[in-house]
């Protein structure tokens, strides 16, 4: 069974960095397309970044230039690092995948991935 498991969330200042780390167990991170969503309070859940099993990568409007998603096929592990976060960065972190890239790859409302992880909070002070 696939399972998705997040940390690297931490509290850190405006202009700070993190690096979000996914591992990944029971599938192949070179097997499916795979992302990060986020939920920030008071929005609905967005997608942040993408990545395709070729390794073509999409960002939202507001992740591009700061985000990097990334992955390492041999620890099976997905990254997002996040650099100049900003306090509107704030939110729940959430690792996902599917077999298939519906509209959620393309960062477009509608088909929601497969698997998801729980999360991982990120917490950026002005």
């Known amino acids: 069974q696939a399972q998705l498991a997040e940390t690297g969330g931490d509290s850190v200042q405006a202009g700070g960095s993190l690096r979000l780390s996914c591992t990944v167990s029971?599938?192949?991170?070179?097997?499916?397309?795979m992302g990060w969503f986020r939920q920030v309070p008071d929005k609905e859940r967005e997608g942040v970044a993408t990545?395709?099993?070729?390794?073509?990568?999409k960002y939202a409007w507001f992740a591009e230039g700061r985000f990097s998603i990334s992955r390492d096929n041999t620890l099976n592990t997905l990254y997002l690092e996040m650099d100049n976060l900003k306090p509107e960065d704030t939110g729940m972190y959430y690792c996902?995948?599917?077999?298939?890239?519906?509209?959620?790859?393309?960062?477009?409302?509608?088909?929601?991935?497969?698997?998801w992880g729980r999360g991982t909070q990120v917490t950026v002070s002005s």
């Open positions: 996902v995948a599917d077999p298939a890239a519906g509209s959620w790859w393309y960062l477009q409302p509608g088909y929601s991935p497969e698997w």
């Open positions: 029971g599938m192949s991170v070179t097997g499916v397309y």
């Open positions: 990545i395709s099993m070729a390794g073509n990568k």
